[in-house]
T-cell receptor
């Protein structure tokens, strides 16, 4: 079974530029999450999708971050414009309903200069 | 709102020694509790989970954890640590698969 795929693995941009991350969840997983993990901290939930609807985006900085889940499968997380404090690893995870187990991708490491 | 506290930022143990990583949570109802492990440059992998029933749960790689409601704790244990266990460990609390909150993590170093 293929795992959660994310790209790019690494991205370096300058502040005020934009960046997009892509995630392909495990086939059949209805729930998809984007987490932000700053160095030395635990993952922080940015947004959770159930199929293609948003369940929770309370911690998403909506003035600069946006996310969509096309047709309830792939998802894209965008940051525009980026700030220095956005430097982090962006983790995508998916899960089946009712199991509670999240399957994580390897993450996309963003460095903002 | 739920929260998770991992009091130990960094722990060092000798190979073959026992291990206990602490986790305390705050949650309004019966929580779903998880331990994940993250090796450098990798995503998180589930070690074990507690939903209900037996409060001592067994996981992969020889890990176990005990849910203690009276202490709001879910500590992770392993009787004999291997060098390959060196990693970052995260405790998480949630309601099924909604609103999963992670602790700040405990970094484990294993001495030869």
């Amino acid at each position: 079974e293929a795992g959660v795929a994310q790209s790019p693995r690494y991205k370096i941009i300058e502040k005020r530029q934009s960046v997009a991350f892509w995630c392909n969840p495990i086939s059949g997983h209805a729930t998809l999450y984007w987490y932000q993990q700053i160095l030395g901290q635990g993952p922080k939930l940015l947004i959770q999708f159930q199929n293609n609807g948003v369940v929770d985006d309370s911690q998403l900085p909506k003035d600069r971050f946006s996310a969509e889940r096309l047709k309830g499968v792939d998802s894209t997380l965008k940051i525009q414009p980026a700030k220095l404090e956005d430097s982090a690893v962006y983790l995508c995870a998916s899960s089946q309903d009712r199991t509670g187990e999240l399957f994580f991708g390897e993450g996309s490491r963003l460095t903002v200069l | 709102a739920q929260s998770v506290t991992q009091p130990d930022i960094h722990i060092t143990v000798s190979e073959g020694a026992s291990l206990e990583l602490r986790c305390n949570y705050s949650y309004g109802a019966t929580p779903y509790l998880f331990w994940y492990v993250q090796s450098p440059g990798q995503g998180l992998q589930l070690l074990l989970k507690y939903f209900s029933g037996d409060t001592l749960v067994q996981g992969i790689k020889g890990f176990e954890a005990e849910f203690k409601r009276s202490q709001s704790s879910f500590n992770l244990r392993k009787p004999s640590v291997h060098w390959s266990d060196a990693a970052e460990y995260f405790c998480a609390v949630g309601a099924q698969n909604n609103d999963m909150r992670f602790g700040a993590g405990t970094r484990l170093t294993v001495k030869p």
